[in-house]
């Protein structure tokens, strides 16, 4: 149909991936248990035919397959030995991603956030706060800006308390990566404090859309965060 390659997909029997959102200019990204890794990679073979080379880069896995679609793969962290290998060939791969990688997590909303340290998608150490934040007000006049007033001092200190959690929480945890989520600017702000500075090399291009940070969503975050993400392209 006009000389147009199929969309990759990798979906059958027995496979789960998690949430999944389209890549800019086609395509697809989801994520993946390392567990279900093999199983995943038969999917694609299913539907794509033989995977004919594998790439290996510092930060990602390149599958190219038969009809000329690609998986790549990527890890939370980074760290790869750059190879070239004929075929499927993930031996790499699943030896990074069996190390005990610590993952730290920073979700920040208006009025709440978590922070916490994980390993093998489970949360070891955590703290969590939620402070009242007004929402809008339609109202005009002295009384809107009375209430801007207070809505700003409200953001204000919630995301001072929000620093203090990640300094506490995050600063001296020795961690490998840092995985972030929320607020684009809210978490912004918190990195900024100076005494956070040493967290910057370790922050992930990875972001996790998430709802309100509480403990639950700390636990999910910290599962989405071992998964590998994988940008399906075809």
């Known amino acids: 149909m006009g000389g147009r390659r199929p969309v990759l997909r990798a979906t059958g029997p027995g496979l789960t991936v998690a949430r999944g959102r389209e890549l800019a200019g086609g395509g697809r990204a989801v994520e993946v248990e390392p567990g279900r890794l093999e199983r995943f990679c038969a999917g694609v073979v299913q539907r794509h035919?033989?995977?004919?080379?594998?790439?290996?880069?510092?930060?990602?896995?390149?599958?190219?397959?038969?009809?000329?679609?690609?998986?790549?793969?990527?890890?939370?962290?980074?760290?790869?030995?750059?190879?070239?290998?004929?075929?499927?060939?993930?031996d790499e791969l699943v030896d990074h991603l069996a190390r005990p990688w610590r993952v730290g997590l920073l979700l920040v909303r208006a009025g709440g956030h978590t922070a916490g340290v994980a390993v093998d998608g489970a949360v070891l150490t955590s703290s969590t706060d939620h402070?009242?934040?007004?929402?809008?007000?339609?109202?005009?006049?002295?009384?809107?800006?009375?209430?801007?007033?207070?809505?700003?001092?409200?953001?204000?200190?919630?995301?001072?308390?929000?620093?203090?959690?990640?300094?506490?929480?995050?600063?001296?945890?020795?961690?490998?990566?840092?995985?972030?989520?929320?607020?684009?600017?809210?978490?912004?702000?918190?990195?900024?404090?100076?005494?956070?500075?040493?967290?910057?090399?370790?922050?992930?291009?990875?972001?996790?859309?998430?709802?309100?940070?509480?403990r639950v969503t700390l636990d999910l975050a910290a599962a989405r965060a071992h998964c590998l993400e994988v940008l399906l392209r075809g």
């Open 131 to 214: 402070r009242h934040v007004q929402g809008r007000s339609a109202a005009g006049g002295w009384s809107q800006q009375r209430f801007a007033r207070r809505r700003a001092g409200q953001t204000r200190s919630a995301l001072e308390q929000a620093t203090e959690t990640a300094v506490r929480a995050l600063r001296d945890a020795e961690l490998d990566v840092l995985v972030t989520g929320g607020d684009r600017a809210s978490v912004a702000t918190v990195l900024a404090d100076p005494r956070l500075a040493g967290l910057a090399p370790l922050l992930s291009p990875r972001w996790l859309d998430v709802g309100e940070p509480r």
């Open 49 to 90: 035919g033989p995977v004919v080379g594998t790439l290996v880069r510092s930060g990602f896995v390149l599958l190219t397959t038969a009809d000329g679609s690609t998986a790549e793969l990527v890890p939370v962290v980074g760290g790869l030995d750059p190879a070239e290998h004929e075929g499927l060939h993930l």
